[in-house]
């Protein structure tokens, strides 16, 4: 089956910092990828659509130069958390889907905890 | 953003019980997908409809998609403690899915 990779599953960092995700398909390649974000006990926000070589497609609200988005090859896509608050805590999940949507839904990474002290 | 309101949004039963989760929008969705999350994990996908009226059946999970193609139902016979997660159903757009608002299912045994 399909899978999804993300890197680290869990970061602490200093508030000011820089913390990079990574989302990888290790079996197929993906020319689209997603950016969740989940806040505790609740659902997840799509934050943004990741197009392999060319510029992501953010939601409403969500702050392009806060959450830096790269998707330089079909099997990797990353997000970029610049300058990080506390606010900013949360649990970020990438997912991608390795055909059509209705026959193979989305496949989703296991998530990166990140806390922001 | 298109709403997709999940009901009830938190749920506790004993094991053996039967439950239904609704899951409704006022948006037509070309599909819709359920899925299970575990803490700390990403979304499982359970199934996806696609047909207005559509029922699937996986075991004790029963699965329907409203002839309009805007809400959606799933219904657990005989819950098991294994069946404890957060649902969430969600509904494809053009390019994107968006999630619904998420049932905390918990069956004690």
């Known amino acids: 089956g399909a899978v999804v990779s993300q890197h680290p599953s869990w970061v602490i960092c200093k508030s000011g910092t820089s913390v990079k995700i990574e989302c990888r398909s290790l079996?197929?390649?993906?020319?689209?990828m997603f950016w969740y974000r989940q806040f505790p006990k609740q659902s997840l926000m799509l934050m943004a659509t990741?197009?392999?070589?060319?510029?992501?497609?953010?939601e409403q609200g969500v702050e392009k130069d806060k959450f830096l988005i790269n998707h330089a090859s079909l099997t990797l896509s990353t997000l970029t958390v610049t300058s990080a608050h506390p606010e900013d805590s949360s649990f970020y999940i990438c997912?991608?889907?390795?055909?059509?949507?209705?026959?193979?839904?989305?496949?989703f990474g296991s998530g990166t905890r990140l806390t922001v002290v | 953003t298109q709403l997709l309101e999940q009901s009830p949004q938190f749920l506790s039963i004993q094991e053996g019980e039967n439950l239904t989760v609704y899951c409704n929008s006022s948006?037509?969705?070309?599909?819709l997908q359920w899925y299970r999350q575990e803490p700390g994990e990403g979304p499982v996908l359970l199934v996806t409809v696609v047909t207005g009226g559509e029922v699937k059946k996986l075991k004790r999970l029963t699965f329907q998609f409203g002839d309009a193609r805007k809400d959606s139902s799933l219904h657990i016979t005989a819950a098991q403690p294994g069946d404890t997660g957060l649902y969430l159903c969600?509904?494809?757009?053009?390019?994107?899915?968006?999630f619904g608002t998420g049932t905390r299912l918990t069956v004690i045994p």
């Open positions: 948006s037509v969705f070309s599909s």
């Open positions: 969600a509904g494809a757009g053009a390019n994107n899915l968006f």
């Open positions: 079996d197929f390649q993906a020319t689209t």
């Open positions: 997912s991608a889907s390795r055909g059509r949507v209705y026959d193979y839904g989305y496949t």
């Open positions: 990741s197009n392999e070589g060319s510029k992501a497609t953010y």
